[in-house]
């Protein structure tokens, strides 16, 4: 009984917060801040993560002391302990930042040249280029930490949302013409028609349907 009272409680804080934040954060503004401390505080857990992993002394945050039991194994855990629980929270985190990526993206509409090449060139000429980049670089270490857990739940809800997203993503017109997605599928289209090995490393009919999904 007192188990249970507790899980109730914490599921109705939850659902508290739940609402709170969806009352109080209206305008994109909001929702900005709110991706970004969210974005904010996993940059900091997964460099915590592999700082720690790299002077391990059997103690969390190098103080407090952990039974080796605790451990579930190798990868890395960071604060969580459990590597299975960091692996589901940077799961839940990578795609906010996948949205603000592509949100954070010029449209190609909005630029005045007519050739790809110099779209492309204006964007990364412009002032947005930068925070662009280190936010991208950012996904990247934290998708590299999630798969260096050893989470195979993890992995596998990683990878089914990302396949959501993109499929969401594209169905969207309005997101069709991000310099981002544009350039990704011109570059794969390019590079897919020089090196036709591609298509004999995965076979033709895998090839043709993972093009037509991407089409």
């Known amino acids: 009984p007192d188990a249970t009272r507790r899980e109730l409680f914490r599921v109705l804080a939850y659902a508290a917060i739940f609402f709170v934040i969806i009352s109080h954060y209206r305008t994109k503004e909001q ?9 904010a505080m996993g940059c900091f857990l997964v460099l915590f993560a592999i700082i720690q992993k790299m002077t391990w002394n059997g103690r969390i945050f190098w103080i407090y002391p952990v039974d080796e039991a605790l451990k579930t194994g190798a990868g890395i855990w960071g604060s969580y302990i459990n590597r299975n629980h960091f692996a589901g929270y940077l799961g839940m985190t990578i795609p906010l930042g996948m949205g603000l990526l592509l949100y954070s993206a010029p449209s190609v509409r909005a630029l005045p040249e007519t050739a790809l090449g110099l779209k492309v060139a204006r964007f990364l000429a412009s002032e947005k280029f930068v925070p662009y980049a280190l936010l991208f670089l950012l996904l990247l270490v934290m998708t590299a ?7 195979r739940g993890g992995m596998i809800a990683f990878v089914v949302s990302s396949l959501f997203f993109a499929r969401i993503t594209w169905r969207r017109r309005t997101l069709r013409s991000k310099t981002a997605l544009v ?8 590079w897919r028609q020089k090196h036709g090995m591609f298509g004999k490393c995965i076979g033709a009919g895998g090839l043709a349907g993972f093009v037509a999904i991407a089409t």
């Open 183 to 190: 350039f990704f599928r011109t570059t794969f289209r390019r």
């Open 145 to 151: 930490t999630l798969f260096m857990t050893f989470s």
């Open 31 to 39: 929702v900005h801040s709110l991706v970004k401390t969210i974005l």
